[in-house]
C-alpha cells in the first residue's frame, strides 16, 4: 500500500509542477491549483511517513535508505512551505518539486521494508531528535543552495539585460539573498543540535563523545563551513554575488555529508 501512495504522491507534486508551470502564461487560476496540489501532496506524505512509523514499529521512520530518502522529501517540503508563507514564489516550487518527485520515485522504485537500522536506535528518543534536526538542517542549506543559484542566475541575466518571465517571477536579488541567510539562519542551529545530541547519543551508546567516523567528522566540517558563512554575512557584512557563490559551493560539503560518506562507510549514521 506504501509503495502505491508514494507513486500517487509523485502524480500529484508532478501535476502541482505542471499548473505552476502553465501559471507563468496562464491566469493566477493555475498558480491556484498548483499550491493546491502542492498542499496535498504534502499533506499525503505526512500520511505515508505515519504508516512507515507504523510498519516499523518506532516514531522515526527511516529504518533504510529508501524511507531516509521519503523523510527527506518531506523535510524540504517541509522547509519550503514555512519560508514560502511571506517570501517564496512558484519558480522556488519549480525547481525543488523535481527534487521531491525524484526522491519519492526512487523510494516507490526500490521501496523496501528491509530495516538496516537497528530499531533499538530509531526508538531511542536522543537518536530520533539527532535523526529529525539533520534531516531539517540539510533540508534548510538544499534550499539555501536553490536560492543562490536563482540569485545567481538572475544576477547573471540583469548583467546582461536579459530576462523573461522566470526571472519576473522571483524575488529580487535583496529578497532571494534574505531567503538564502534565512534558511541557513534555520539549518545552523538545527545541525548544532544534531551534533551535541549525536556526541550525547555516543557517549550512551559507545562509552565516547566523539567518534572518528567519515560522518560525524564531515558533519562537523559541514557546521564550520555554514557557521564561517554567518560570520561573513553579518560579522564582516558581505553581500551580493561574491558571498552568494561561496553559499553555492558550500553545499559541497552538504553532499559528501549526506550521499558520499553514506555510500562508502555503512554504519547507523547511513541514513542521514
Same mark, same amino acid.
Given at each position: ?63 533504510? @535508505?529508501? @524511507? ?100 519576473? @517571477? ?103
Amino acid at each position: 500500500m506504501t509503495q502505491a501512495l508514494l507513486f500517487v504522491n509523485t502524480a500529484i507534486f508532478g501535476l502541482a509542477f505542471a499548473c505552476l508551470l502553465i501559471s507563468w502564461f496562464r491566469s493566477s487560476l493555475w498558480s491556484r491549483a498548483g499550491n493546491y496540489f502542492l498542499d496535498l501532496g504534502f499533506l499525503l506524505l505526512c500520511v505515508i511517513l505515519f504508516l512507515e512509523a507504523m510498519d516499523v514499529g518506532v516514531f522515526l521512520p527511516v529504518a533504510n @535508505q529508501h @524511507q531516509a530518502m521519503v523523510f527527506f522529501a518531506w523535510s524540504v517540503l517541509l522547509v519550503f512551505l514555512f519560508i514560502r508563507r511571506g517570501s517564496a514564489r512558484g519558480s522556488f516550487a519549480l525547481v525543488l518539486l523535481p527534487l521531491v518527485m525524484a526522491l519519492l520515485l526512487a523510494a516507490a522504485v526500490g521501496y523496501s521494508t528491509e530495516v538496516k537500522v537497528p530499531l533499538k536506535y530509531l526508538a531511542d528518543q536522543i537518536f530520533a531528535v539527532h535523526t529529525i534536526s539533520a534531516f531539517l538542517a540539510y533540508a534548510a542549506f538544499a534550499i539555501s543552495f536553490v536560492t543562490s543559484v536563482l540569485y545567481l542566475l538572475q544576477h547573471r541575466a540583469l548583467k546582461s539585460r536579459r530576462g523573461g518571465s522566470f526571472y519576473r @517571477q522571483l524575488p529580487n536579488l535583496e529578497k532571494l539573498e534574505h531567503i538564502a541567510f534565512f534558511t541557513i539562519l534555520l539549518g545552523v542551529p538545527l545541525m548544532t543540535v544534531t551534533l551535541i545530541t549525536g556526541f550525547i547519543w555516543a557517549k550512551g551508546e559507545f562509552g565516547h563523545f566523539w567518534l572518528w567516523e567519515p560522518k560525524i567528522v564531515l558533519a562537523t566540517v559541514t557546521w564550520l563551513v555554514y557557521s564561517a558563512l554567518l560570520y561573513i554575512r553579518y560579522v564582516r557584512s558581505m553581500h551580493g554575488s561574491t558571498i552568494m557563490r561561496y553559499l553555492l559551493f558550500s553545499f559541497s560539503s552538504v553532499l559528501v555529508t549526506f550521499l558520499g560518506s553514506g555510500i562508502f562507510y555503512k554504519t547507523a549514521h547511513s541514513i542521514h
